[in-house]
């Protein structure tokens, strides 16, 4: 039988995640879809760097290491990324003042050809603003609130969409688009939500360790269940869709993102003697690109070397006696326990990089969708002229004939809750709101359909 109450409470709950995520949805849409190409993006800014002319015998790494340190006076060396062909430029990673830059040094005259603050380039911004909205902490937990509140606004929205009485898919998986501006706006509203329901809902709950609230509640979970600590993998990255540090940072997949660490900057030292027996070992891996080199030891001059490859399953690190390049501890994906396998693969998909252009293309069209249900769902709200009448509360349509779905969301979505710290918070938060300040205003409380 019908339950108006509880489909007007669910209304109402898909209107306030729509009214505080609507923004937030469109802002991380496209910071999303921009780093979903990041590959690409990093590629064209250093296309000079990677299509150089060279002349002469290619100078050693510690040559090239040399360089770097003296165009930055009182920096410390870090890593030596591997050229992934003979023509690119040399990268080394140097830190100055708690600032991290990239040194980019030509391989074979050793001329300085660019030096860039690996914390404001481009790509590492709108890392920051998806994962933060560039304010901190406080980006990060609004960030978290909104997504928390996108999974209730996909659970009521499909329980709003389900169809009953199917006469046919128009309206369900395509959109009528010739029975005038409210039922085209609805059906690009309801039709978009169903294709992207799926990969939106992967979307959210893969970005959760990165949040600073789950991220930090779900690492000490583990520490208490005493499970192993991942090793290194992954704004580093969604966050990320979002820490604050670049890519080449790989933090440990089980820390927030305010507390991401790179794992490859285990010693920043003043000087630092790369032996050709290392660098040979590392090229001899074939590891998957961006590979860092960095001193793990700095009294053994023993190395490790990194791959940084986005596509978390194929990272691989190694450790490198110093002085014969012989491998001395090795860590690869398949070694990893099946929880941070899952989220691994996972962070992967989410930055477009597990399975190649396609996955790219899933994530752009999941991106566009969102800005679709938004400005869809505002302008729809806005056509519709709510009356006096409670069943038209909030410009809700009155209630069909049967909706048993409705328990169950109901009931799935505080499920949810339970595990989402921040939206169970703010459930409860705006529970007591309603039954302690709204339901007393009449006319807010007839508006609202409480």
Known sequence: MSNPHLYRTLWRWHFYAGVFCIPFIIFLSVSGAIYLFKPQIESWQDRAENSLTLSGQTASANQHIQAALSALPGALFTSYQLPQSANHAI???????????????????????????????????????????????????????????????????????????????????????????????????????????????????????????????????????????????AHGEHAAHASNQPESNQPDWTLSRQQEKPVWMAQAVANANLPQAVLAAAYAQQLAPPVELSLANSETNNWKAASQNQNRPLRTTVWLDGATGAITKQSTFSEKNTLDKAIGIGIAAHEGQLFGWFNQLLGLITALGLVTLSITGFLMWRKRKPNESLKQALGAPPPPSKRAMGTGVAVITLATAAFLPLLAISIIALIILEQGVLRFLPRTRVWLGI
């Open 91 to 233: 990268v080394i990673t140097l830190k100055k003042d708690a600032t991290k830059y990239a040194v980019y040094v030509h391989p074979s005259n050793l001329s300085i050809l660019k030096v860039v603050n690996k914390d404001s380039s481009f790509i590492n911004l709108v890392r920051t603003f998806h994962g933060e909205l560039l304010a901190g902490n406080a980006g990060s937990i609004l960030v978290e609130l909104a997504a928390c509140w996108a999974i209730v606004l996909v659970l009521t929205g499909l329980y709003l969409w389900w169809p009953r009485n199917l006469k046919g898919f128009g309206g369900i998986v395509y959109p009528r688009i010739n029975l005038g501006v409210r039922t085209t706006l609805r059906d690009l509203h309801a039709v978009t939500g169903f294709w992207i329901a799926f990969f939106t809902l992967f979307l959210l709950l893969s970005g959760l360790p990165w949040a600073l609230v789950w991220g930090g509640a779900f690492k000490e979970v583990r520490q208490w269940a005493n499970q192993p600590k991942v090793a290194a993998h």
